[in-house]
């Protein structure tokens, strides 16, 4: 298995990396860990709550900064992968 962080999708605001990821994840035959925040939850297999509802380009630095200083909330939905 393998986990797969898209903590920094945002559906409608990336464009072209949306497409590609949407893309990637419907051509995988592999068993995988889709882990997404909560404003792309239909895309993912696991929510990460704890990422916030991030949809501005503010919103998402914060999210990215607290993720970073406190990686271990994150971390564990990658456990076994």
Known sequence: M?????????PGALGGSETYVRGLLGALEIERRVVVPPVAAGLGDVVAREYGEAWTIPERLRAMTLAAARPGPLRRYFDGC
């Open 2 to 10: 393998i986990g797969i962080g898209l903590l920094t999708l945002v």
